[in-house]
T-cell receptor, first 114, second 113 residues
Framework: GESVGLHLPTLSVQEGDNSIINCAYS??????FIWYKQESGKGPQFIID?????DKRQGQRVTVLLNKTVKHLSLQIAATQPGDSAVYFC?????????????FGKGTHLIIQP | GAGVSQSPSNKVTEKGKDVELRCDPI?????LYWYRQSLGQGLEFLIY????????KSGLPSDRFSAERTGGSVSTLTIQRTQQEDSAVYLC???????????FGSGTQLSVL
C-alpha cells in the first residue's frame, strides 16, 4: 500500500491568507522529503525539500515542517496568491535511492478564492 | 538543455497502434524516471534508469511497455498495441543523483481512441 498520503484532497483558501497542506507518512525509515507543485497541463515543479535531520526549512513564502514523532509533513504557503492554485504533492525517500525509494502522495488541490 | 524536454506534447493514436514517447533529460543527470499520471490522479512509477546500471522496470504495467536509454542520455518509452486504458500523461524526470530532487518535463498527453 501507499505509505504517503494527504489529509485533504482539496483545500480552499482566501487570497492573502496562509495555506497549510498536510502529508502523513508511515515509513519511519524515510529520511528525505520533497514538495512538488503541479499546475494544470504542466509537470510537477520542485518547491522545497527537507532531510530528516531537520524539523523546519524555509524558502520564499514557503515553509516545510517535519514532525518525525508523528510522521507528519506540512507545507505552509504565506500570503497565498492566485498563482499558487495547483495540485501539491509530497514525496518521501527511504534512503535506498532510485525509484523504489521515492513514493509520491496522491496530491492536494489548492484552490484560491478571490 | 535548460530543463527536461519531452516530445511530443500530445499524441492521439488508435487502439492497437504502437507509440514512442521521447525524453531529453537535463545534461549530466545520471538518473531518469518515467511516471504515468491519469486524470486527477497521483504519479504512478513506471521505470528508472541510473547510469549504466540495469533499469528498474518494476513499475511497468505490462509487457506492452518498454523503455530504453541510449548513451546515458535520451530515453524512449514505447507502448505496443495501445489500449484505451493507456490514455494518460506520461511524465519524465531526471536527477543528478540519489536523494536529489527530480526535475520533471511537461509530459506527453497520450489519448488512445
Amino acid at each position: 500500500g501507499e505509505s504517503v498520503g494527504l489529509h485533504l484532497p482539496t483545500l480552499s483558501v482566501q487570497e492573502g491568507d496562509n495555506s497549510i497542506i498536510n502529508c502523513a507518512y508511515s515509513n519511519s525509515a524515510s529520511d528525505y522529503f520533497i514538495w512538488y507543485k503541479q499546475e494544470s497541463g504542466k509537470g510537477p515543479q520542485f518547491i522545497i525539500d527537507i532531510r530528516s535531520n531537520m524539523d523546519k526549512r524555509q524558502g520564499q513564502r514557503v515553509t516545510v515542517l517535519l514532525n518525525k514523532t508523528v510522521k507528519h509533513l506540512s507545507l505552509q504557503i504565506a500570503a497565498t496568491q492566485p498563482g499558487d492554485s495547483a495540485v501539491y504533492f509530497c514525496a518521501e525517500n527511504i534512503g535506498g535511492g532510485g525509484a523504489d525509494g521515492l513514493t509520491f502522495g496522491k496530491g492536494t488541490h489548492l484552490i484560491i478564492q478571490p | 538543455g535548460a530543463g527536461v524536454s519531452q516530445s511530443p506534447s500530445n499524441k492521439v493514436t488508435e487502439k492497437g497502434k504502437d507509440v514512442e514517447l521521447r525524453c531529453d533529460p537535463i545534461s549530466g543527470h545520471t538518473a531518469l524516471y518515467w511516471y504515468r499520471q491519469s486524470l486527477g490522479q497521483g504519479l504512478e512509477f513506471l521505470i528508472y534508469f541510473q547510469g549504466n546500471s540495469a533499469p528498474d522496470k518494476s513499475g511497468l504495467p505490462s509487457d506492452r511497455f518498454s523503455a530504453e536509454r541510449t548513451g546515458g542520455s535520451v530515453s524512449t518509452l514505447t507502448i505496443q498495441r495501445t489500449q484505451q486504458e493507456d490514455s494518460a500523461v506520461y511524465l519524465c524526470a531526471s536527477s543528478s543523483g540519489i536523494q536529489e530532487k527530480l526535475f520533471f518535463g511537461s509530459g506527453t498527453q497520450l489519448s488512445v481512441l
